[in-house]
Structures are given as structure tokens and as C-alpha cells.
């Protein structure tokens, strides 16, 4: 009868992936195709799937996650080992679909076969020791509270001079004293709650604290460090290999950092590549951006609750990604520009999202890409390129500066990538420049699916000796407060949704 029943349930498994399921799609894998459900929460899942390599600082989150996951469970690394706190994977596979189907297969027997082992070995996670209890008078709340500060002191003036009565009855008014005021005058006690960085939707990383004032956002927070990988002291070293060091940064954006280096080295060094090479490069982008907005359409259907919408993103998003040649690209133009037009004709989608994540003009600074544009700003490093302005480009502007207008710049973006890509008239996949043992400083900048990107390298003999990086999210992390700011929970996450962070970007 066991067995029966371990069968039954390796036959029926549920996933929670981590950075991210958008991580699935970069790489072109499609874990349902596979045999695994994806879930939204460690609490529904069976197995954690851990995709490439997982930073430290996430992988304590992930860990966390593996706690609260029922058993029997399991661990499914792909492309990377299982990383410390975590155990070590049951089952690691390389990070192609085959290997992919296979290990599965191969996680259901062990599933079957260990599903009611009467001893699995314990997890706990190290934690570190517990600060010295405060008194009870200093936890009043969520945060420790002075008694020096404003609000202590106005608690204590009061408890002073008044005279409780009645068996030490307490009125509402003197319990609510001190507390904040929410924005119809009542007192509310604020809550802080953690959405991220495993929160689904958002991207995989983002450590977002939101402080709650009932049902509305009060504040809101970015937490650095969870992705961290000290990246930049990684960047030194090589001119051969630069580029491919440059790339880590962002998953989602590899190909645009890939050929930022490149043109930063190339500038350094008077090289040029040539006119077919110059119009690979420009395809590589835009089906790095038209898999880029795929995947940020697919996060907005998941919180606007949109099931049909997230999974056909999501799925477009993984074609795009897998598609490198220009028969595999072109056969995908027909089914992406469908679903923008349905996108467009979608009841209500509009009206939802306007004013939604609504950008104030005195926060309204330093804007890049697709976020500037929706503000009515020309802002595209591919309009000073002369090779997309033969091929016919012009910036996508919409008015608006909220959800709604970041949308339709998408959505317009899309199809005007697809286009670039068919004028481009692709034959191959961008080729790696020669390395030169270079002395000098080069100047590049290339529009990323979030914005301008630009870099300034020094070389010297071969060698990348220093280097200064502007990345979009960096400049876009502020406005997370600007568009939350006392919206209901499901807007604002709408909002910080719009803004398109990466927060790979964001942790270096």
C-alpha cells in the first residue's frame, strides 16, 4: 500500500523555483514540458528548483523555503550545484531540456522510493545568536522604542499623570496614543512585511519590505545585498575574457552587457566590426528585449491574477529565448505579434492600470528607457546609433508616466524589436571580437530592455585595469517609494511591478 502510494505521488509534483520561474525562461527551459507543476508558495511544493548559480545571500532565502516545503521533499539543481546552507541536491542536471526531462524522471524514483523513509536526515538552519532581550517596556510594537524618543516619551507623560480605574481599564484613546495617524485619522499601528525575495511576483532577488498601514502601503523599502557576488572584482583582468565577465551582471541581460563591453573595448582600441556583424548584434538585442518585455508581461499577469496572461507570456518568453536562428526567429513573429494584438483588445486591462504606479513629476529625474518614454521622454541610446536609424528606428513615447503607458511602450516595443530584427536579415549569432593588447580608455553605451547601460574601460597592455558602470535600475530604485505611497497592497505592487527593476542590477 506504501509503495502505491509514493508512486501516486511521484507521479504528481509540484515546484517552487528559485531565483525565479523567468529564470526557467532565459534559459529556454520549460519545467511543465518536463513533469513539474510550478507553484507559487514552498508550502504547496514537493521539490525546490534551484536554477544556475544561486548567490549566498539568496541561498539562506532559499534555504528558508526548503523548511517550510511538506515532506517528502527534494532538491533539483539545474546548471549549478546545490550552494550552502541548502543540502545537497537530490538530483543536478545540466541546464538543457533533455537533461532536464531526465533528471525528473529520475527525481520521481527517488521520491517513490523515499517518501516515507521512517529517519530523513534533519535540516536546521544555523541561526545567528539572539541580540539580549529588551525590557518590556522597549518592545512596544515592531522596533525597540527609546525611552528618550518622541513617542516613548509622550506614552509615559501620559501614564504618569493618569489615573486608571475601573479593575485597570484602559480607554481605546489611551492605548492608540502615540501611535501614527493613518490617512483618514485613525490610529493604526504600522506593520512591516516582507515581499521578496522569493516573492513571485517579483523579479527572483528583490528584497522589498513594505510597511503596512492596514490595508494601504505607508512606505517601502529595497533591501540590497541578497544577490550580491562581488561582481566588480571580478571585472579586472583579461581583455579576452571582459565581456563574458560583464555578462554575469544580469541573466536577463547578458547580451546587452556582453555588447556593451564589446563596443567599449573596441572604441579603446579604434576596431570597428563590420556591417553584417554590427546587424547581428542589433538582432541579438532585440530578441534579448522582445524576451525581456515578454517576461515582464508575464509578472504583471500574475499579480493582476490573469492566469491565460502569465502563462502565454511566460511561454512566448522561453521560445524567444531558445529561438537563435533567423528561421526559428521569423516563425515566432506571427504568434508574438498575436498575442500583443490580444494584449491590446484585453477588456478592462487598460483601465486597471491607469494611474496605477503613477510617477510624480518631482520624482519624474533621471528616467531611462522604456520608464522614461512612458513619461513622454525621448530617451534611447539606439536613436544615436546610426545603424538602427538605417534600419528605420524611432523611440517608442507614450504620456502617461504610470502602469498603463508602460505598457503600451512595451507592448509597442515588441513589435517594433520583431521588425528590427527581420530588417537586420540575421545569419548567424554575434561573433566575439579579436582581443587586442590595447593601451587605452573606451566609451560605449547600449540600450538594455530597462534603459541605457554605459561603460568607461581603461586598459593597459591587454589588460582591463579600471572601469565605471551605469546601470537603469540603479537609477530607478527611488521611485519604488514614489509609486507605493499610500495605494492599497495590490496597486502598489502593480507599481513597483511597472518600474521593471533588476535586481541583479541593483546587487553587484
Sequence with gaps: MRRWLAGILAGD????????????????????????????????????????????????????????????????????PSPAPLPAADVSVAATQPALTEGIAELRRHVAGGAWDPDPPAFVIDEPKAPKPADDDEQHGHRAMSHDSEMAHAHMSEMDHMQIGNGGFMSMVMMTSGLPRSADGLPMEWLEVPFGPLFPGLPGGLNLVLTLDGDTVARAEVRSGTLRRDLRATWPGPVKTFADRLARLDPQGSTAYRVLAWRALEQATGAEPDERETHRRIAALERERVASHLTWLARLGFLLGAAWLARRASSLARAVCKAHTPHEIGQ????????????????????????????????????????????????????????????????????GCDARACLAVRLAEIEQSLELIRAAGIDASPATPESALATGTGRASVETPRGRASLVVTLADGRVL???????????????????????????????????????????
Excluded: K, N
Excluded at 56 to 62: D, H, M, N, T
Excluded at 466 to 480: M, R
Design 466 to 508: 579600471d572601469l565605471a558602470l551605469e546601470v537603469p535600475s540603479a537609477g530607478h530604485a527611488h521611485l519604488v517609494e514614489d509609486v507605493v505611497a499610500g495605494h492599497e497592497l495590490a496597486d502598489a505592487l502593480l507599481g513597483i511591478t511597472s518600474l521593471d527593476l533588476s535586481p541583479w542590477e541593483l546587487d553587484q
Design 332 to 399: 515566432l513573429h506571427g504568434p508574438v505579434t498575436a498575442f500583443v494584438r490580444q494584449m491590446r483588445r484585453a477588456p478592462l486591462l487598460a483601465s486597471r492600470l491607469d494611474r496605477v504606479g503613477r510617477i510624480q513629476p518631482e520624482s519624474a529625474h533621471d528616467l531611462r528607457g522604456p520608464l522614461a518614454r512612458a513619461c513622454g521622454r525621448v530617451d534611447d541610446a539606439r536613436q544615436d546609433d546610426l545603424a538602427y536609424r538605417a534600419l528605420g528606428f524611432a523611440p517608442v513615447v507614450e504620456d
Design 13 to 80: 509534483l509540484d515546484a517552487f523555483v528559485v531565483p525565479g520561474a523567468e529564470m526557467l525562461d532565459v534559459l529556454g527551459l520549460d519545467l511543465e514540458a518536463a513533469g513539474l507543476r510550478v507553484v507559487a508558495s514552498p508550502r504547496h511544493a514537493t521539490v525546490l528548483v534551484l536554477v544556475g548559480e544561486i548567490p549566498p545571500g539568496l541561498a539562506r532565502s532559499a534555504a528558508i523555503a526548503y523548511t517550510q516545503q511538506p515532506r517528502p521533499r527534494a532538491i533539483l539543481s539545474v546548471g549549478a
